[in-house]
């Protein structure tokens, strides 16, 4: 069964500071994945995503991910946080069928420092 | 004008109440879903909708039901709520391969 799971719960980083959020899933395909970002109140924003081509996306808001076939991951990267990025993160991953269902991991919730 | 709306955005109710949570889009998608979100278990699939006549169960559809009234609509019912249905609900469009999230729901069964 696909599964996502996002090992760290919650970040803290400073202002300036580099970002990895991590990502790991779980699929015997080739997946569809994405990032996707929720600031408080609202929804969901898509921030990138993979289904194939170039290992490294670049996304939204200087975000950029790197799919790892052999890790099975596709870990989230910024190199310098603002205080604006400080949200909830979440990872998913589609079936290559694309039946449209997403499974999502459970979130990293990022706070920025001053 | 937001592309895919919610309403209401907030709501409470009392146990064995029924509660519709109703949305709109305006992005021409077929492919509708109800999602709810709870702290620390992401977002789970309700149910879903690859169009007017096609709904299917989602991972999580037990006490819940749907209708979807036309390509633009999508209606989530709690036929009769309970506690652990509070949650934040979000419902999604997608085209063939994004899904775009409305501003989500927060219920609050007493």
């Known amino acids: 069964a696909q599964s996502v799971t996002q090992p760290d719960i919650h970040i803290t980083v400073s202002e300036g500071a580099s970002l990895e959020l991590r990502c790991n899933y779980s699929?015997?395909?080739?997946?569809?994945l994405f990032w996707y970002v929720q600031s408080p109140g609202q929804g969901l924003q898509l921030l990138l995503k993979?289904?194939?081509?170039?290992?490294l996306v670049q996304g939204i808001k200087g975000f950029e991910a790197e799919f790892k076939r052999s890790q099975s991951s596709f870990n989230l990267r910024k190199p310098s946080v603002h205080w604006s990025d400080a949200a909830e993160y979440f990872c998913?991953?589609?079936?290559?069928?694309?039946?449209?269902?997403?499974?999502f991991g459970q979130g990293t919730t990022l706070q920025v420092k001053p | 004008d937001a592309d895919v709306t919610q309403t209401p955005r907030n709501r409470i109710t009392k146990t064995g109440k029924r509660i519709m949570l109703e949305c709109s889009q305006t992005?021409?998608?077929?492919?509708m879903y109800w999602y709810r979100q709870d702290p620390g278990l992401g977002l789970r699939l309700i149910y879903y909708?690859?169009?007017?006549?096609?709904?299917n169960k989602g991972e999580i559809s037990d006490g819940y039901s749907v209708s979807r009234q036309a390509q633009a609509k999508f209606s989530l019912s709690l036929e009769s709520a309970i506690p652990n249905q509070t949650a934040l609900y979000f419902c999604?469009?997608?085209?063939?391969?994004?899904?775009?999230f409305g501003p989500g729901t927060r219920l609050t069964v007493l």
């Open positions: 999604a469009t997608s085209d063939w391969d994004t899904q775009y």
């Open positions: 699929y015997g395909a080739t997946p569809y």
């Open positions: 993979y289904f194939s081509g170039d290992t």
């Open positions: 998913a991953v589609a079936g290559s069928g694309n039946t449209g269902k997403l499974i």
């Open positions: 992005k021409g998608h077929d492919r």
């Open positions: 909708s690859f169009d007017v006549k096609d709904i």
